[in-house]
């Protein structure tokens, strides 16, 4: 199955949007997120205080993730942006990567995953967000009170109708 | 036959278990392991409760201990033997002759398993390490031919695990120095052949450069599936030829021998890959469960869908079926 791309339309949309309250709110939904799973900063290790920078290529925009010990701080910005390490793939390989459900070695051989700067740290990033077993979408409609139920849909068909995880992947199945 | 499943996290522990591991081997997160990567590997805690999972669900957990001890330093393997026997650990993965004299000596109801790391490739070999270490299972180096492994067999008394998927080493395992040439690090000591920390990519309009220490080891094109950076897969220019000249950038994939592997006497078929996420454990370890069990139904051997998760999406029997150049 190919990777799906973000549609180009939406992708105009998002070039003209403000960027800080996006970077805000990403900020915020972060360290609730951290502090649910302390562990993945331990396992970043040295690499928890590196400025990583992630770049969805179908995106107008790419990521900036300072894990800051466990205080993360997201920034978006337009441009290449600048870290010590960069991470470049389709938005739907890097949130596949978050949730189980790509290999990111599978991603590097079939060049749909590019690493630049420095390796160890994308190595040390990548090892720990796949230890953590994230589920970003059900640590937002933890946060989102009485609206959880019908974000739990809305994230359901988004997943069903593109193609893209955006739930932690059940890849071992049931047993 | 057993299924021998890598585990570089506790999350692939688990997704291994439950993917149908009969067993699982892992390392701590120090460079006692060869494939001490950052962010990989388990500390004292998270082994002990990987071990309480695995044998809570029927399956077995190996830690392999094999790297080669510095002179001074060789507490910290000697601790990582004791700290593997603490947490319950099924055996212990050792290469080197003065460790596994170390856990026969201190740690004599540890199982041990000799390592591929210490290359033993014939019988003469094994049965010392068996004799003199009370070794009950050897990893053969993946050099070996279906036959020779036969061979090998009828001459030992104790149980074989071979390589059948993942990263492929034609080298003389722990005997190799060629990254360290680069890198200033051995792959036999520090425990990272390649190590991260000395890799660079850059990517040039679609064209990726691989540098390992400084040097660049290959270059592919657009589009062309891209290798890992170990110079054994590095292309190189002798005389009027340029190419992958020690080895191609393709991975193991021996799932179509297991009968014959089974046949020649081998115990448990090993999958390569504790640097590899969750996902891949979940989709190979799910594969090769179906093959052995296929197998032991008297049924052919299931096509897998492997060759995206291979080396430059290419995938080789290696040296079972010696075809060499």
Redesign the interface.
Known sequence: MPIPRFPAGPARVLSVLPLAPLSISLTAYSRKVAKNHPGLFR?????SHTRFILDPTDLPFVICLEPNGGVPRVTLMRGRGNGAARI?GPMAALLG?VH???????L????DL????D??????????V????LDLAQEFINMSGPFARPLRRLFAYVQHKTGVSLTH?E???A? | MEIVCPAGTPAALRTAVKAGAHTIYCGFSDETNARNFPGLNFNRTEMREGVEFAHSHGVKVLVAINTFPRAGDEVIWHNAVADAEAAGVDAVILADPGLLDYATNNHPKLRRHLSVQAAAANADIINFYAQRFGVKRVVLPRVLSVQEIATINAEIEVETEVFVFGGLCVMAEGRCSLSSYVTGKSPNMNGACSPASHVEYHDDNGVLDARLGGYTIHRVEKGEPAPYPTLCKGCFTAGEKQGHLFEDPVSLNAGQLIPQLKKAGVTALKIEGRQRSRSYVAQVVRNFRAAVDALALGQPMPEGMLAKLSEGQATTTGAYKKTWR
């Open positions: 396992r970043l290790g040295e690499y470049a990567l189980g459900a790509y290999d990111g070695d599978a590097f051989f079939s060049r590019v690493i630049e700067g390796t160890a740290a994308a190595l040390a990033l990548r090892n720990a796949d230890d953590a077993e992947s890849i071992a199945g047993w």
